[in-house]
T-cell receptor
Framework: DTAVSQTPKYLVTQMGNDKSIKCEQN?????MYWYKQDSKKFLKIMFS???????INETVPNRFSPKSPDKAHLNLHINSLELGDSAVYFC?????????????FGPGTRLTVL | DQQVKQNSPSLSVQEGRISILNCDYT??????FLWYKKYPAEGPTFLIS?????DKNEDGRFTVFLNKSAKHLSLHIVPSQPGDSAVYFC????????FGKGTRLHILP
């Protein structure tokens, strides 16, 4: 069974469109994340949710809106897509225990904006 | 501003030899360091970690060394195996986890 799953795996769309990426984890973790890996290969955190509450929002444009209907799901909705949004988006989850913060990543969603 | 730097974009090592991947950081507030491994078309997977109060952590073929005074950590893989060919990300944590750009490791037959 896949621990962290994302859909779709590939997403190709036109500038100006609105799209969503879904993420689900079956690990029972309390914390979920969205990361963006851009063309320079940097993997940067965008958002973090703990028990459906937003705890990290890293200077991400308002066009990006995460939504957590329950602690097993964290979806990413993007409005008015721009060329610069093209990247691979990774969802992750973790259960912070003591001084560990091992994150489990999904397979990624490659978004291409034309 | 890169707080976690992996200055070698790629590294080639003969099978059976030792692979050494390096990572430098700038933020002295980091309290925990991690290495992740990533295969193509997959998400990163956790490999090994080390707390800032330690200088070495070993798990099978993988050992991570931390030199706090130099703000440097390294991952040693010995012996290197073909399945180790992947991109390795160094990461460090203060209130969130910050990743380096990754080093692509090629294990040569």
């Amino acid at each position: 069974d896949t621990a962290v799953s994302q859909t779709p795996k590939y997403l190709v769309t036109q500038m100006g469109n609105d799209k969503s990426i879904k993420c689900e984890q079956n690990l029972g973790h309390d914390t979920m994340y969205w990361y963006k890996q851009d063309s320079k290969k940097f993997l940067k955190i965008m958002f973090s949710y703990n028990n459906k509450e937003l705890i990290i929002n890293e200077t991400v444009p308002n066009r990006f809106s995460p939504k957590s209907p329950d602690k097993a799901h964290l979806n990413l909705h993007i409005n008015s897509l721009e060329l610069g949004d093209s990247a691979v988006y990774f969802c992750a989850s973790s259960q912070v225990a003591g001084n560990t913060d091992t994150q489990y990543f999904g397979p990624g969603t490659r978004l291409t904006v034309l | 501003d890169q707080q976690v730097k992996q200055n070698s974009p790629s590294l080639s090592v003969q099978e059976g030899r030792i692979s050494i991947l390096n990572c430098d950081y700038t933020n002295s507030m980091f309290d925990y360091f991690l290495w992740y491994k990533k295969y193509p078309a997959e998400g990163p997977t956790f490999l090994i970690s080390i707390s800032s109060i330690k200088d070495k952590n070993e798990d099978g073929r993988f050992t991570v060394f931390l030199n706090k005074s130099a703000k440097h950590l390294s991952l040693h893989i010995v012996p290197s195996q073909p399945g180790d060919s992947a991109v390795y990300f160094c990461a460090a944590r203060d209130d969130k986890i910050i990743f380096g750009k990754g080093t692509r490791l090629h294990i040569l037959p």
